[in-house]
Structures are given as C-alpha cells and as structure tokens.
C-alpha cells in the first residue's frame, strides 16, 4: 500500500521504467516512500497540505510571513492573546494580512501585528492538495535511478577490452538537485 506522503506512485514508477509485470513491485513501493522522505528532508519542507502552528515576532504592520506556503487557509490569527482572524486574509504565497475592517468601523480600526516578542500565533493549512507535476516527476525519475543504480552500484562507466571501470560518488544525480532546489524552502 502507498504511504500518503509519497511524493510519485508505483503506477508512474513502472510506467516510466517499462515495467509491466509486479515483480517489482516490492522493491519499488518502499523506495517510494524513501526517496519521498529524503526529498521533503532536502526540501526543508513538506509539500502536502499541513496544518502549521507558528508563534512569531509581530512585524509592526499589517503583514507578515509565514514559514510554509502556499498558505491555503487560515484557522486563527492571534495578536496579544486577541483573536483577529476575522480580520485575516491570504495572498495564496506565504503572507498573511490584517486587511479586512469590520461593517461600520473606520480605516484605523484595522489590526496591526504590533511590534513585540513573540506576541503572535498562527494557525493555518499549507501546502499542495497534490503533489505538482513537475515535483512528481522528479521523484518519479530519482526512484528509477535508484532502481537501476542498485544493479550497478555507482558505476558510470565499464570498458571491457581494457578492464575500466569508473564509479561515481554523487549521493544524487546533479539534475535532481538542480531541480529540486526550485522547491528547497531557505528560510523559516
């Protein structure tokens, strides 16, 4: 059975290798699961949607950033031990704003995230509802260099005549890296 994290599924798996039979399967459906872990591990994040608690500096304005995103809803926003989530929207990134006044209050009665030490607490869902493509298939391909790496254990090259052989000691191959880093969460 298929880990609910898992960032790809056996199904593209054996697709993208050519396999049609399930004598695979059971090698295949664990390094799934492990190479979605290691990915989230990379990325410093996850990808499916998680609900988060954050207790944060207030910012003295009427914004503020959030550790995970896209943000996909917001449960409770306090500021000061007063809830102002009424007052809470967002932008669909990872920022969270205090734009929305109350019926029959001016301008000015819009919160703030006053300035203090952690003074505010947020409480919301982050993430994809699926794993986008373009990640999916980066994952998908990592499994299938694992899958046929694991019959030739780091070797990049063989020369038959001459007896060489060379081996690579990339933990992974530099065009995951390179794309997975478009995902790589840097701060918070």
Not at 171 to 180: E, Q, R, T, V, Y
Request: overall charge neutral.
């Amino acid at each position: 059975m298929a880990d609910p994290g898992d960032l790809t599924t056996l199904t593209s798996v054996k697709t993208y290798l050519g396999i049609t039979a399930d004598t695979a399967d059971a090698k295949l459906s664990p390094f799934i699961t492990a190479v979605s872990a290691w990915i989230k591990s990379y990325l410093n994040r996850d990808i499916l949607l998680t609900d988060y608690t954050e207790t944060l500096n207030g910012t003295g304005g009427r914004q503020i950033m959030t550790a995970n995103y896209p943000v996909t809803a917001i449960t409770q926003v306090l500021v000061d031990g007063v809830d102002v989530t009424a007052s809470a929207v967002s932008d669909g990134r990872r920022t969270i704003g205090l734009v929305v006044r109350p019926a029959g209050t001016s301008i000015w009665d819009i919160p703030i995230f006053r300035r203090d030490i952690m003074n505010v607490v947020l409480k919301y869902t982050a993430g994809f509802a699926t794993v986008p493509f373009d990640l999916e298939h980066v994952a998908c391909r990592i499994v299938a260099w694992g899958y046929n790496e694991s019959s030739r254990i780091g070797q990049i090259s063989k020369s038959i005549g001459g007896e060489v052989v060379a081996f690579s000691q990339l933990s992974i191959p530099n065009w995951a890296k390179d794309s997975l880093n478009n995902w790589k969460k840097v701060v918070g």
